[in-house]
């Protein structure tokens, strides 16, 4: 499955056109309910496989694709997909939806999977009530991960991402039913009148401006380099529930892909990269009146609290380093939007 999977401009495209894109950001207080955080640029991606004499065995094992990160720097996923697509996303192998543990079958009781291109973005484990607790890297061995403390261990570390198509019928009645839409949106020179074209989502995800670029330090690569997500702050968006059958999905993936999290020095040992600098903090952020994001769909119903995962602790409570200073949000800075190369799998 894993051959379907490509690298292609900074995001990963997996089969049935769906593309993501893993986006730097700010790491939110873990206290209060926050506003989107703005993206800071992509990650950078590599194939594992093109470094086999420098990259971890078990990362060799598993494929896959691997991306430097810091510790306790956020992420969140951006998703785009053409027609309807079952995306699965793990951390550690748990669940981020439902905290059940990885499956290779859908599940609706509970939901174990984001519905795409309705979602449009991921940014956390699914907290319920229309939240989500920031995705925050770690190392593991801490405990602190979703992973170690859903599962007990910590074995894993990266990002899953599984994807499922819809079956022949449903896809051709999904085009059908696009079609008459279009049609019936269309003006008198055949173009879509105005009022139907689909807005875009303009800001949220865009590469905001970054710090002045300066290459880490090098330094000895740590012993424990993996990395795992753990929970961070609280900020509002939904998890919408799937509205389809369960028959409409096919029962198999089309194609699947790890996602390995390097240290920044580790990155280095590997690659020969330095790993991109540090994004600038949030109180700087926040004090230039930059822009935070909200979005809300309401013909789409949120997914509940998932049971695993609302117990889950976030990293500050662990390591105890959320003490940087905030600067509260303006409401001015709240930006409202609106609706809008081959990768070798292994065994994991």
Not at 246 to 259: E, K, L, N, Q, Y
Request: aromatic share 8%.
């Amino acid at each position: 499955m894993g051959d379907r999977v490509r690298i292609s401009g900074g995001a990963l495209e997996l089969p049935g056109g769906v593309t993501v894109r893993f986006m730097r950001t700010l790491r939110l207080p873990e206290t209060g309910t926050h506003p989107l955080p703005p993206g800071i640029g992509t990650f950078p991606l590599r194939r594992v496989a093109d470094y086999p004499e420098r990259a971890p065995a078990d990362w060799l094992t598993r494929g896959g694709v691997m991306l430097p990160v810091y510790q306790r720097e956020a992420m969140w996923l951006s998703f785009s997909s053409p027609v309807p697509a079952a995306l699965q996303v793990g951390v550690g192998k748990v669940c981020a939806i439902s905290g059940r543990p990885w499956s290779d079958r859908l599940s609706q009781d509970p939901q174990n999977y984001v519905v795409l291109p309705r979602q449009p973005w991921l940014d956390g484990i699914n907290s319920g009530s229309g939240t989500i607790r920031q995705f925050v890297a770690v190392p593991l061995g801490l405990g602190a991960t979703v992973e170690g403390q859903v599962s007990g261990e910590e074995v894993w570390g990266g990002v899953q991402l599984q994807v499922f198509e819809l079956r022949d019928e449903p896809l051709a009645a999904w085009r059908a039913e696009q079609e008459r839409r279009a049609v019936a949106t269309r003006g008198p020179w055949g173009v879509a009148a105005e009022d139907g074209m689909a807005p875009t989502a303009a800001g949220y995800g865009a590469a905001m401006p970054m710090a002045a670029r300066a290459a880490p330090a090098p330094g000895a690569v740590p012993a424990a380099p993996s990395m795992g997500l753990g929970a961070g702050g609280r900020m509002r968006q939904e998890v919408y529930r799937d509205e389809r059958l369960p028959g409409d999905w096919r029962t198999a993936p089309s194609g699947r892909v790890f996602v390995h999290l390097a240290t920044a020095p580790h990155w280095r040992q590997i690659t020969g990269e330095a790993a991109p600098p540090s994004p600038v903090d949030r109180a700087a952020y926040n004090a230039a009146g930059l822009p935070w994001f909200d979005y809300y769909d309401a013909d789409a119903a949120d997914l509940d609290a998932a049971g695993p995962l609302a117990d889950v602790k976030p990293v500050g409570d662990w390591l105890g380093d959320d003490q940087q200073p905030w600067v509260p949000v303006q409401p001015g800075q709240v930006k409202k939007l609106k609706d809008e190369g081959q990768v070798a799998d292994g065994d994991w």
